[in-house]
T-cell receptor, first 117, second 114 residues
Framework: AQKITQTQPGMFVQEKEAVTLDCTYD???????LFWYKQPSSGEMIFLIY??????QNATEGRYSLNFQKARKSANLVISASQLGDSAMYFC??????????????FGTGTRLKVLA | ETGVTQTPRHLVMGMTNKKSLKCEQH?????MYWYKQSAKKPLELMFV???????ENNSVPSRFSPECPNSSHLFLHLHTLQPEDSALYLC?????????????FGSGTRLTVV
């Protein structure tokens, strides 16, 4: 069965340092997409970065990069040069069947990141 | 503003009340979603509408009733809820058929059932 696991309920990082948030997934579908979202205290979920299962290179978006290790089924989010505004909940999500037009996304339980001044 | 607007932001209702949550998207997307977010649990997909037709209904109790009158609006009608239904209800939209893209979420409605 499809599954997303985030094993770190909470993380601390010093401002300006890098931090890695872990995500592992399980799927039998060869075609899938992996997403990371940020949820600040205001509640809205903000899309950060996407990695397709067939993408050869790791995705990057500004200070965000996704460390995609397909054989290990991991999709860790790396945030470089952390800022105080990065303090939030971070969710890893997976969508199966990206070529077949299905709509099923599943989310992990999230990691709460606190950036320290 | 993300382009997806949810109202109200906060709602307190009794178990015998009837209320509705509203979601409006200004992005021209063709799919809309309701998610439930409870503390320490993954987001739970409740309903999916694609081109105003319901395509997913994940075993949600009948006390939750969705409505999608057009591609820009999505409602969640609530009646005779239980205290365990207290949660953050998130609406999202996406443009399907143009490759896998992330959702655009609204800010959510924080629902408390008393």
């Amino acid at each position: 069965a499809q599954k997303i696991t985030q094993t770190q309920p909470g993380m601390f990082v010093q401002e300006k340092e890098a931090v890695t948030l872990d995500c592992t997934y399980d799927t039998s579908d060869p075609s899938y997409g992996l997403f990371w979202y940020k949820q600040p205290s205001s509640g809205e979920m903000i899309f950060l970065i996407y990695q397709g299962s067939y993408d050869q290179q790791n995705a990057t978006e500004g200070r965000y990069s996704l460390n995609f290790q397909k054989a290990r089924k991991s999709a860790n989010l790396v945030i470089s040069a952390s800022q105080l505004g990065d303090s939030a909940m971070y969710f890893c999500a997976m969508r199966e069947g990206v070529t077949s037009g299905t709509y099923k996304y599943i989310f992990g339980t999230g990691t709460r990141l606190k950036v320290l001044a | 503003e993300t382009g997806v607007t949810q109202t109200p932001r906060h709602l307190v209702m009794g178990m015998t009340n009837k209320k509705s949550l509203k979601c409006e998207q200004h992005l021209g997307h063709n799919a809309m979603y309701w998610y439930k977010q409870s503390a320490k649990k993954p987001l739970e997909l409740m309903f999916v509408y694609s081109l105003e037709e319901r395509v997913e209904n994940n075993s949600v109790p009948s006390r939750f009733s969705p409505e999608c009158p057009n591609s820009s609006h999505l409602f969640l009608h609530l009646h005779t809820l239980q205290p365990e239904d207290s949660a953050l209800y998130l609406c999202a939209s996406s443009q399907e058929g143009q490759g896998p893209k992330g959702y655009t979420f609204g800010s959510g409605t924080r629902l408390t059932v008393v």
